[in-house]
């Protein structure tokens, strides 16, 4: 058991799927995995391990924003052995031909996070996907005939900015979506040589103002989840 996370050693699979809600977690293993077991409750941020095609996968929530992604993604590699840390988010489109209900695969996660300012004293640091995941789930997605998007995305640390056309910038200069935890899983990543990939659905745009419902974003995405599920 770590700090927040209630497992026993043992209890959570190598590769673990990390949705930002843990509805969206649980939604996830009750749909897609077989002998599920809940290994986590604390802060009801719900983690539950099952098998999906005979393979033991588990799925853990992280919460909103790259301090809470931080804590479960340094528990789950430092005390649980994590090797692949797949995210499953919801994101808003910075661009015209990024639609309601895209995926999109992020490349690389630029930042407005202060975190990797002040860990590399002032330089950038560009938090990239693991090369392997990336091109697993390439593959996976022409398989199953699911049309995937990829690119560079915004890990923002806020959701609603001072300014709404501060998003513009980042849109002229090709940031495909916005969301906020992928440049941090990235860099953990990095940081302890395992590997990490963000799968997102387009929730909302700010383009166009469309919005999906609470409940579209708790328990739809099937096509990332489905991607994301052979993945590792
Ligand atoms: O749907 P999740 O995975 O939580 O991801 C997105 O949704 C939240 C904001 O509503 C942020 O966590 C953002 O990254
Ligand atoms: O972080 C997020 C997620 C979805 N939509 C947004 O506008 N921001």
């Given at each position: 058991m770590s700090i927040h996370i209630g497992a026993k050693k043992g209890e959570i699979a190598e590769t673990v799927l990390l949705p930002g809600d843990p509805l969206r977690a649980k939604w996830i293993a009750e749909t897609f995995l077989e002998d599920i077991t809940c290994y986590n409750k604390v802060r009801n941020m719900f983690?539950?391990?099952?098998?999906?095609?005979?393979?033991?996968?588990?799925?853990?929530?992280?919460?909103?924003?790259?301090?809470?992604?931080?804590?479960?993604?340094?528990?789950?590699?430092?005390?649980?052995?994590?090797?692949?840390?797949?995210?499953?988010?919801?994101?808003?489109?910075?661009?015209?031909?990024?639609?309601?209900?895209?995926?999109?695969?992020?490349?690389?996660?630029?930042?407005?996070?202060?975190?990797?300012?002040?860990?590399?004293?002032?330089?950038?640091?560009?938090?990239?996907?693991?090369?392997?995941?990336?091109?697993?789930?390439?593959?996976?997605?022409?398989?199953?005939?699911?049309?995937?998007?990829?690119?560079?995305?915004?890990?923002?640390?806020?959701?609603?900015?001072?300014?709404?056309?501060?998003?513009?910038?980042?849109s002229n200069f090709g940031v495909l979506c916005v969301e906020m935890e992928t440049s941090g899983l990235y860099t953990l990543a990095a940081k302890h040589g395992v590997s990490a990939l963000s799968l997102l659905t387009i929730s909302d745009s700010l383009v166009t103002g469309e919005k999906t419902t609470t409940e579209e974003r708790e328990t739809t995405f099937k096509g990332m989840v489905e991607i994301a599920l052979e993945l590792g």
């Open positions: 983690g539950f391990t099952g098998t999906y095609k005979g393979r033991r996968i588990s799925v853990q929530g992280t919460g909103m924003g790259v301090p809470s992604i931080s804590i479960y993604a340094h528990e789950l590699i430092n005390d649980f052995n994590v090797k692949n840390l797949i995210r499953v988010g919801s994101a808003g489109s910075y661009q015209k031909n990024v639609k309601l209900r895209d995926i999109v695969i992020a490349m690389a996660a630029s930042s407005t996070s202060g975190i990797n300012q002040y860990r590399f004293q002032g330089a950038d640091f560009a938090p990239t996907a693991s090369f392997e995941l990336f091109q697993q789930a390439i593959e996976k997605a022409k398989e199953k005939d699911i049309k995937v998007k990829a690119g560079n995305v915004l890990t923002s640390d806020e959701f609603y900015a001072d300014e709404f056309e501060s998003y513009q910038m980042w």
